[in-house]
């Protein structure tokens, strides 16, 4: 069974500051992907961005980048010049991928809630 | 881009009766849908894999007659909850994938359920 931990069940970081969410997981998969979801309090899920595990290169989307660490199962998720619109629950999700494009569902951390001060 | 429906976005009964959402894939096959439940301030949890034109394959712990799923044609899967009673009220949300797009998977709006 596949496990997601995230160490911090909440940050507060100042408007434009940066910031870095971890996430830990355990598997014995080899193909696998690796997403961070934000989830505001509307409960929309949001994703923020994905990592496929046998792509050495880190994930980046806009102000939102990963530090992928396979050999240590890590996959933190950094936000740059953070804005009050990022305030939200942010959590870090796995799914193993099989040949032929089929995909178990996801397995999630407990989740972090971030909150951007003025 | 892809999207996934989900109806009705909040619901309120009386404890007792059975409610049914629904979950559509508007642009895509889905093959496959998966059914998530989600308490106040805890994380999403699985409860189930939807198969079209086969059964659900359901998560340790999720009483399959108790939430019944029926995915009967490609785009479409239905969770039913059954006989529902206070402790089912939590948040309800599907998630499909386009295989063929190699896409991540992708969220419907959820299902605020909420038994008297």
């Known amino acids: 069974a596949q496990t997601v931990t995230q160490s911090q069940p909440e940050m507060s970081v100042q408007e434009a500051e940066t910031v870095t969410l971890s996430c830990t997981y355990d598997t014995s998969e080899n193909n696998y992907y690796l997403f961070w979801y934000k989830q505001p309090p509307s409960r929309q899920m949001i994703l923020v961005i994905r990592q496929e595990a046998y792509k050495q290169q880190n994930a980046t989307e806009n102000r939102f980048s990963v530090n992928f660490q396979k050999a240590a199962k890590s996959f933190s998720l950094k936000i740059s010049d953070s804005q009050l619109g990022d305030t939200a629950m942010y959590f870090c999700a796995f799914m193993i991928l099989y040949s032929g494009g089929g995909a178990d569902g996801l397995t999630f951390g407990k989740g972090t809630h971030l909150i951007i001060q003025p | 881009g892809a999207v996934v429906s989900q109806h009705p976005s909040w619901v309120i009964c009386k404890s007792g009766t059975s409610v049914k959402i629904e979950c559509r894939s508007l642009?895509?096959?889905?093959?496959?849908m998966f059914w998530y439940r989600q308490f106040p301030k805890q994380s999403l949890m699985l409860m189930a894999t939807?198969?079209?034109?086969?059964?659900?394959?359901?998560e340790q712990g999720v009483e399959k007659d108790k939430f019944l799923i029926n995915h009967a044609s490609l785009t479409l899967s239905t969770l039913t909850v059954t006989s529902a009673h206070p402790e089912d009220s939590s948040f309800y949300i599907c998630?499909?994938?386009?295989?063929?797009?190699?896409?991540?998977?992708?969220f419907g709006d959820g299902t605020r359920l909420s038994i008297l």
């Open positions: 642009d895509f096959q889905a093959t496959t």
């Open positions: 998630s499909a994938r386009d295989p063929l797009a190699n896409q991540p998977q992708h």
């Open positions: 939807s198969n079209e034109g086969s059964k659900a394959t359901y």
